[in-house]
């Protein structure tokens, strides 16, 4: 095998590859060979078909197996020798053969950067911690006994509706003297003053009693759900039939019983747990965030092209797919905008993503971080409660889908790298509250884009793609 290198700029290299005549002739009498002992033609016994006809029958299909496996060999083979960190799958294409000739090939590769890893330990972080307050508990399970609450008839017959108490009743809707889809009810138990209907609509029962009926006259809200009812007048002819007081429900054992628990005392200790995890992950999220933004910010080099192109084809796939199907949620400000000023803008978060990308895996390739199975165990753990009563489902599809375990690879190396990263840099705790984390997360998220078109060598950043961003940031 002849390799001489035709291009080395930056990060890509060209190679020309020349495998000799007598080594595909002497792989192909090697192949046929191997066929000869099992193939089964008439008039031969197996093992005895002559060369020849073997050749005939089957040279053509052999060729082709041969060439494929030498070309994979040879371009393999030139990637170790010449000591290379392909970044994505070499371009390979054929430039000349004829059979009893030279095969000759070209092979493109680009390389994975080289570059230098800042130092973590001079990375600093605010982490900003919540700790569950009992005030918080409280507000969840009185949350919990409003969810829980009863009614019973009201005790006196002359009882008009007020707010806060439950209306039976039956309703039919009409626009324009149509009745429409879904704008009818019987017994309805709707509590006055709850918001469940169009504004205006419980107002206009209040002092009514059961028995009485009357129209009650609305309008759509322009954001409503139903297109052929936005910003539409509307009237409902109703019927008071019962009109019920709310009964509070105890905070108790037994209303912990009906919500799964034992007692009241283990209710609030899961009411803590689940907060205290609900915290957990919002912090999380925002030092995470801010420690990508350092290792962005301290780590300049030179990106695949490949990779950089497969991002922002992957984003705008993502895009054009949200264009289709919901509209609605497409930026106004990114409506007026040409393709082409979106793909610009969409290459500057691909670069982040794919620079990240390279930095978190070059921390884990030098200090040899790596997923064990134990990893992988929990994270399918994780997984399955998510999906309460149908945990074995859930193990029963990883197990028989290696590719969805594949799946959980990238995610959790990234968590894993991280919280290396994290164990030795600055990190320290502000205690805040579980609004003052929310508002500061929300911030970001808003000031996101002003960031990027501040960035050096980077365009504005959308916020459409910030789900994508995050799978990368987070």
């Known amino acids: 095998m002849q390799v001489t290198e035709t291009k080395a700029e930056g990060l890509n290299r060209e190679y020309s590859v020349v495998v000799a005549a007598a080594d595909i002739e002497e792989k192909v009498t090697t192949r046929l060979g191997e066929i000869s002992k099992t193939i089964k033609i008439p008039g031969f016994r197996p093992g005895k078909v002559p060369a020849k006809i073997l050749r005939q029958k089957y040279g053509q299909s052999v060729m082709g197996e041969v060439l494929e496996g030498a070309v994979n060999e040879a371009s393999s083979k030139t990637i170790e020798d010449n000591e290379l960190r392909p970044a994505a799958q070499p371009k390979i294409e054929i430039t000349k053969f004829e059979e009893g000739t030279d095969l000759e090939f070209t092979m493109a590769v680009e390389l ?25 508990i409280d507000e969840t399970l009185q949350r919990i006994a409003d969810s829980n609450k009863s009614s019973e008839p009201a005790k006196s017959k002359a009882k008009k509706v007020a707010k806060g108490n439950i209306a039976v009743i039956d309703f039919v ?28 609509f419980e107002d206009q029962l209040i002092g009514m009693k059961a028995g009485e009926e009357k129209d009650v006259e609305v309008k759509f809200p322009d954001d409503y759900g139903a297109e052929n009812l936005k910003g539409k007048d509307a009237v409902f002819k109703c019927t008071v039939n019962e009109i019920r007081t709310v009964v509070p429900a105890e905070l108790d054992d037994e209303l912990a019983k009906k919500v799964g628990m034992e007692t009241l005392d ?21 030092v995470k965030k801010h420690l990508l933004d350092a290792l962005d910010e301290a780590h300049s080099f030179e990106l ?161 793609a910030a789900a994508k961003e995050e799978e990368a940031s987070e």
């Open 173 to 200: 809707g009409s626009v324009d003297g149509e009745e429409f889809e879904g704008g009818k009810g019987e017994n309805y138990n709707l509590e006055i003053g709850s918001g469940t209907f169009i504004p205006g």
């Open 304 to 464: 695949p092209q490949t990779l950089v192109d497969g991002e922002v084809n992957q984003i705008w796939s993502q895009y054009e797919e949200t264009r289709k199907n919901n509209p609605d949620a497409i930026d106004a400000e990114d409506k007026d905008k040409s393709d082409d000023e979106l793909k610009t803008e969409y290459a500057s978060i691909a670069e982040r993503r794919v620079r990240l990308g390279l930095v978190l895996a070059e921390v884990g390739r030098v200090n040899e971080i790596e997923l064990n199975q134990e990893d992988l165990n929990q994270a399918i753990m994780q997984e399955a409660t998510r999906y309460p009563g149908q945990e074995q489902a859930v193990f029963e599809y990883f197990k028989n889908n290696p590719q969805a375990i594949e799946s959980l690879r990238a995610p959790l190396f990234e968590e894993k790298v991280v919280d290396f990263i994290l164990e030795l840099a600055d990190v320290t705790d502000k205690e805040v509250s579980a609004d003052d984390l929310l508002n500061s997360l929300n911030d970001e998220e808003e000031e996101k884009p002003k960031k990027k078109a501040a960035a050096k060598k980077k365009a504005p950043a959308k916020k459409k």
């Open 266 to 286: 283990a209710l609030k200790d899961a009411i803590r747990e689940e907060r205290s995890k609900e915290f957990d992950q919002m912090t999380r999220q925002h």
């Open 112 to 136: 994975f950067p080289e570059f230098d890893l800042m130092d973590f330990k001079k990375v600093s972080l605010e982490r900003l911690v919540v700790p569950v307050k009992d005030e918080e």
